[in-house]
């Protein structure tokens, strides 16, 4: 089972970003899939998520108001644009899935993604 993440980079501040994470082995239709980043030095901070039906998100207030989290379960695929972008977003983006639930700390998250770079000039 693997979460493949993409779409990071070089990105201006003020710009977008966006993000999406491919899942393989086994269907993850039914399971909250969601986003975290991880500035190196500091604790993982959850950034979105996204229910079983895609009914339902949820975001973090730093970024709430200018992202967007989709899912696409006939490709199990999940994705994040992020508008507006700060330095402050420049961060390892990771994403996870869990079964049942997901909760802003992580716990809940069975599977991890290996990660994506998204770094902001300003």
């Known amino acids: 089972v693997q979460l493949q993440a993409s779409g990071g980079g070089l990105l201006q501040a003020g710009g977008s970003l966006r993000l999406s994470c491919a899942a393989s082995?086994?269907?993850?239709?039914?399971?909250?899939l969601g986003w975290f980043r991880q500035v190196p030095g500091k604790e993982r901070e959850f950034v979105a998520r996204?229910?079983?039906?895609?009914?339902?998100?949820y975001f973090a207030d730093s970024v709430k108001g200018r992202s967007f989290i989709a899912r696409d379960n006939a490709e199990n695929t999940v994705y994040l644009q992020m508008n507006s972008l700060k330095p402050d977003d420049a961060a390892v983006y990771y994403c996870?899935?869990?079964?049942?639930?997901?909760?802003?700390?992580?716990?809940?998250?069975?599977?991890w993604g290996q990660g994506t770079l998204v770094t902001v000039s300003s």
């Open positions: 082995g086994r269907t993850f239709s039914g399971y909250v």
């Open positions: 996870a899935g869990g079964r049942f639930w997901m909760s802003n700390s992580g716990a809940g998250v069975e599977y």
């Open positions: 996204i229910s079983g039906s895609g009914g339902r998100t």
